[in-house]
Nanobody, 124 residues
């Protein structure tokens, strides 16, 4: 059973930074992709970035590039999301998720397993 332990969320002032962590366990194949997503109240879940475990290849939508960056520690099976220059509009629940296969995508519908989410609140 795939399991996630997400951490690093919290309250931060505008312009601040946070690093989210997602430790993943229970998968039996290395050909997986881990993604970060967020969902603000009343809005659809949107993809931020994803990383392929086998070679570290990263994919992000153009509008998400810049202050957010994804990385992975393969030895710890942990994926990180570094978020800099946070703004109030970045307030949301942030989720990590896993999909089988090698295709990198930030389409939430492509993902097979989801973490419980961690709240990020940015105050103005």
């Amino acid at each position: 059973e795939v399991q996630f332990v997400e951490s690093g969320g919290g309250l931060v002032q505008s312009g601040g930074s946070l690093r989210l962590s997602c430790a993943v366990s229970g998968f039996t194949f290395d050909e997986i992709v881990i993604g970060w997503f967020r969902q603000a109240p009343g809005k659809e879940r949107e993809g931020i970035s994803c990383i392929r475990k086998s070679d570290g290849s990263v994919h992000s939508p153009k509008f998400m590039k810049g202050p957010f960056s994804i990385s992975m520690d393969n030895a710890k099976n942990t994926v990180y999301l570094q978020m800099n220059d946070l703004k109030p509009e970045d307030t949301a629940v942030y989720y990590c998720a896993l999909k089988w296969g090698a295709v990198t995508t930030t389409d939430p519908a492509a993902y097979d397993y989801w973490g419980q989410g961690t709240q990020v609140t940015v105050s103005s």
